[in-house]
């Protein structure tokens, strides 16, 4: 049983983290696009040097507060991940400011990066070792349910609100805003964190030996189910990077519609597909099983994305949103509370930046290429603010939905489909 403060600090910690991955994620890309160079080609660039670095920071500081849990717990690197968090977010505009476009893209790309490390640090790694760490397998689909319930609602406001604020007060306060919420709110939930040292387990051995020996052989207590799940992280997580990067571009130029009809299609399909789901969901796969609720959003999700490539009014937008945003709340509740089942007890932060190395450095580098590729070859080719530029086009979904499906098939491959209960007593005895 999770105490109030508890609570109180998961929600605002995970609330934030979503924030500062949904500026990050989409409205990185839009700034650059709209403000350095009209060309796919620098957002994939982009995306696939913050991949390469969340997937680092995430295993190197995740295996650190593993190693330095009983003696200092995660709080410390929650706290000074969140403060420098903030402010590496608030900075991100200032690349802009370079009239070189060549220099402007390399400096984007380096703030880009220096924020990921922080984050990946604060959040991908360090946060969710300690979900883990304070959870059981009989709450933790709830929880997750809760969390992706606050993913929502900070895309609700990054996605729903951003494109107003941006309109009315230009990208580089956006950025302030969303820096300094960062800020201020990682500090205040990350003082009320709660954590009991003394039952952390010692790691023994040197913290080169913890990293080379995760995935040898003598680590009998790892089960193949483990990787089969990695493995569909992977494929579902490269086709949503082919059209993801590129969703506002897409609706912005190719759609023709405004910042803010751009916000409000969003804003109705997240608060529909993304929250209104989220908690029953989280509910479902403590019941029904972590298996059975990720097949069915495969599926869900394939018809979801070609279903939004064929919409054009607003109206249709949102429909097809939402067919496509509730099975990805499906999908990170079910291979979230699925993936923590399976981690070692000792090892749970390190083990949650290998799950970053699965679900974002081997997705954010084919996927994203996959979809700027699609662009230049199949987009609009025209001319935007003087410079060549390439328009997305539907493609991008429909080969996104199909890609999905590939999914499906490393979880098939789980062939006993034992309980979560019996495999978490299996790693952690």
């Known amino acids: 049983m999770l105490k109030k403060r508890t609570w109180f600090a998961i929600i605002i910690l995970g609330f934030l983290g979503s924030l500062a991955w949904g500026v990050e994620n989409q409205f990185f890309n839009t700034f650059i696009y709209d403000n350095i160079s009209p060309d796919p080609r620098p957002i994939s660039w982009m995306v696939n040097a913050s991949a390469i670095m969340a997937t680092l920071a995430s295993i190197f500081m995740g295996t650190l507060s593993d190693r330095k849990r009983h003696r200092w717990g995660r709080k410390p690197f929650l706290l000074i991940g969140y403060i420098l968090w903030g402010i590496a977010t608030a900075l991100f505009p200032t690349s802009a400011m370079f009239t070189s476009v060549s220099v402007a ?45 606050l993913s929502w609602v900070a895309l609700l406001f990054v996605y729903g609100g951003a494109g107003i604020i941006i309109d ?8 302030y805003i969303v820096g300094g919420l960062v800020l201020v709110l990682g500090l205040i939930a990350g ?22 020996n995760s995935f040898s052989k003598s680590q009998s207590s790892l089960p193949r189910e483990l990787w089969f799940v990695l493995i569909g992280i992977t494929l579902w997580g490269v086709a949503q990077n082919v059209f993801f990067p590129y969703l506002m ?5 190719f759609l023709e519609k405004t910042n803010t009809e751009s916000s409000i299609i969003v804003f109705f399909a997240i608060l529909i597909g993304g929250i209104g789901t989220a908690y029953p969901l989280g509910l479902l796969v403590d019941k029904w099983g972590r298996k059975n609720v990720a097949l069915l959003a495969i599926a869900a999700e394939a ?51 290998y799950v970053i190395m699965f679900s974002v450095l081997f997705t954010m ?7 700027s590729w699609l662009i230049t070859s199949f987009g609009i080719h025209t001319v935007l603010n003087g410079q060549e530029a390439f328009i997305p086009t539907p493609i991008i979904f429909q080969v996104a939905g199909i890609a999905t499906l590939l999914a499906s098939i490393p979880l098939f491959l789980i062939k006993k489909n034992k309980s979560t209960t019996k495999l978490a007593a299996v790693v952690e005895g």
């Open 249 to 253: 571009t897409y609706i912005n130029h």
């Open 168 to 175: 009315l007060l230009g990208y580089y306060a956006f950025f």
């Open 105 to 149: 893209v390399f400096m984007a790309i380096l703030f880009d990066c220096v924020m990921t490390f922080l984050g990946s640090t604060a959040n991908d790694s360090v946060f969710h070792a300690y979900v883990a760490d304070v959870t059981t397998v009989e709450n933790r689909g709830k929880v997750m349910g809760i969390l992706e319930i």
């Open 365 to 371: 580098i084919p996927g994203p290429l996959l979809g």
């Open 191 to 212: 003082l009320l964190l709660e954590e009991n040292i003394t039952e952390a387990p010692v790691v023994t051995g040197s913290y080169f030996q913890q990293l080379r």
């Open 303 to 353: 018809v979801g994305l070609v279903g939004f490539s064929l919409a054009r009014s607003n109206f249709a937008l949102v429909l097809t949103g939402i067919l496509w945003l509730a099975p990805i709340s499906a999908w990170t509740i079910a291979t979230s509370a699925w993936t923590k089942d399976l981690f070692p007890q000792d090892k749970r932060g390190q083990f949650g930046g």
